[in-house]
């Protein structure tokens, strides 16, 4: 729910100020790599650039229309708040329809809201290939207290394998370095998951 701007709003105000239509590539790609109004609105120029038909100046255009919008608190999405691993479980549960795996990052605040959600990486879970740096560029980049990663078992069993369990441990010592702590990690399977913070991974 968005208190003034829904995203139909915003994609037009997004529309006008680049002079493209509101079902063009460039603002279609745009809303499919960053989902939610709030992530557009920390968008960064460097992120801009990698969307093919944006150079330079239409990226500038948008930092610019980006900085009016967030002048206007209304633009915020009413965060959902995660007070257990099934309140994780319940905003995530859309993963468990995906036909390959994901692995997703939630950042949070300190009081636990949800400030975005970030699909790092798409495909079998291995700890040399989900790299911490990817999962704590974007919470350092937002300022997050803390983080909620989770990802899907298309088999739909929620069991974890050792990979699981190693990714898990891994991203909890880069956590502590960094300040930034992993509250939990969610294996999502259908109509079920697993919390690696009760199983004591975590």
Do not use: W
Not at 179 to 202: A, C, N, P, Q, R
């Amino acid at each position: 729910m968005i208190n003034q701007f829904d995203k139909l709003t915003f994609k037009l105000l997004l529309a006008t100020s680049i002079r493209e239509k509101e079902d063009s590539y460039i603002v279609s790609e745009i809303f499919k790599r960053f989902p939610s109004i709030q992530e557009i609105l920390d968008v960064t120029e460097e992120e801009l650039l990698s969307i093919k038909g944006i150079g330079r100046v239409k990226a500038h255009q948008i930092i610019a229309a980006l900085k009016l919008a967030r002048l206007n608190p209304s633009t915020t999405e009413e965060r959902f708040t995660i007070r257990s691993p099934q309140d994780a479980f319940t905003y995530l549960k859309d993963m468990q329809y995906l036909t390959r795996e994901e692995f997703v990052c939630l950042g949070l605040n300190t009081k636990n809201e949800i400030l975005f959600r970030q699909t790092i990486f798409a495909g079998s879970l291995n700890a040399s290939i989900v790299h911490p740096r990817e999962t704590f560029l974007p919470l350092i980049r937002r300022s997050c207290a803390s983080a909620i990663v989770a990802h899907n078992h298309p088999s739909g069993q929620p069991e974890p394998s050792k990979e699981d369990i190693e990714v898990t441990k891994r991203l909890r010592e880069v956590g502590k370095v960094v300040g930034i702590e992993v509250l939990d990690h969610i294996i999502i399977g259908h109509e079920k998951f697993i919390s690696l913070k009760e199983k004591g991974y975590l």
